[in-house]
């Protein structure tokens, strides 16, 4: 019987198509049309007026932060339940990661928590959209507002996702967003940062690009970085964009044949829950094992790898790692999260046997 894997890239549409003609072209560098086309086609994903395209989703982010002024000494504030190139990026600017908890539901940052941890030296706000479901936005960019920090958005593993109607990207002053090859958009690797700010945009675009000046070629006002996306990179994410709803369609279906396969289940695990002003785009479908369960999750893990069904673990949080044992922080639903969170395999190429099989092996894995 085949393995089934936790994740597995579609590239059904053009994409060999588009990169054969990006070869013709000879344009196979950081130029050429596909480049703008992608760009244009993230910043409608976004809902917002410019995407500036980047290799990889770490990048973006980072490129992001450089670009609102992020500096030494400087505080940012963001989930301790998050992967760690999101407090990366922080330390890369020679500033320091606050880390609060999370919403067990959710995963995601709880809005209540961050207002406590506003200090003098704080400069914004990173919120991460865990796992495809938006973040409570609304209450975080009010405290924001109040105390004028700016937000990054980190929308690596939700494109498509709605807070309120809204596409997030577009929410707070930036968003950032990946395109690695297990996300619902896949560009091998890549990034985008979007946002709504002219000025803001143009300064990205610069630091992108070695910092060379868009009027003088040659000539580098400012100190940058080489974090462009290439045109063949790009002629993937046209096709792959091509087909974003399908795909949005198809994994909010998958989601739903996994609700009905582990009905049976409840007793023992938590569903996903989705949040009322939130459109999820189910990157990962998401469990969570009962606290009465007397297996553990890297135990569920391992007899379900071992009955051929691939998973992942919820991240573990940032603060508990060796680069952040200096951030002190209270953390305990992040840590229930990572102790008892279960990714289960989530692409568009399962089918409903699939998912039952999956089922399955996880109902033998929680009894064995």
């Not at 320091?96 to 959710?106: A, K, L």
């Not at 290439?230 to 369609?249: F, P, S």
Request: net charge negative; aromatic share 8%; charged share 20%.
């Amino acid at each position: 019987m085949d393995r089934i894997a936790v994740a597995v890239p579609r590239l059904s549409g053009k994409e060999k198509a588009y990169v054969n003609e990006a070869l013709d072209s000879t344009w196979i560098s950081s130029r050429g049309p596909f480049i703008e086309r992608f760009e244009a086609q993230v910043a409608a994903m976004a809902g917002v007026k410019h995407a500036i395209a980047c290799n990889n989703g770490t990048t973006s982010l980072h490129l992001a932060m450089v670009g609102l002024g992020l500096g030494a000494g400087d505080e940012v504030i963001m989930p301790s339940l998050t992967y760690i190139a999101t407090a990366n990026c922080v330390r890369y600017c020679n500033a320091s990661p606050v880390f609060v908890d999370n919403d067990p539901r959710t995963f995601n940052i709880d809005p209540e928590r961050i207002e406590q941890a506003i200090t003098p030296r704080t400069k914004g706000i990173v919120v991460v959209h865990l796992y495809g479901q938006s973040a409570d936005m609304a209450p975080i960019m009010a405290i924001a507002a109040r105390y004028g920090l700016w937000v990054i958005e980190d929308a690596a593993e939700a494109h498509g996702a709605r807070y309120r109607g809204a596409p997030v990207g577009g929410i707070g002053h930036c968003g950032s967003f990946s395109f690695f090859g297990n996300k619902i958009i896949t560009t091998g690797e890549g990034g985008a940062v979007t946002t709504n700010d002219d000025e803001l945009a143009a300064r990205m675009r610069l630091l992108r690009s070695q910092g060379m000046s868009a009027e003088r070629r040659y000539w580098h006002p400012v100190v940058g970085f080489n974090y462009r996306m290439t045109n063949l990179t790009a002629a993937i994410g046209v096709a792959q964009m091509e087909r974003l709803d399908e795909a949005l369609a198809r994994r909010v279906e998958i989601a739903a044949t996994y609700d009905q396969a582990l009905a049976g289940l409840v007793d023992m695990i938590d569903l996903p829950f989705t949040a009322i002003d939130c459109e999820h785009s189910f990157w990962m479908y998401t469990i969570m094992l009962k606290p009465h369960v007397g297996t553990s999750r890297d135990e569920v893990m391992a007899r379900m790898d071992a009955d051929g069904v691939e998973t992942r673990p919820v991240f573990y949080p940032v603060n508990d790692m060796p680069p952040y044992y200096d951030a002190s922080v209270d953390a305990p639903n992040a840590r229930l999260c990572a102790a008892q969170g279960i990714n289960l395999p989530t692409h568009e190429s399962l089918s409903a046997d699939d998912i039952t099989r999956v089922g399955e092996t996880l109902r033998r894995a929680l009894n064995s």
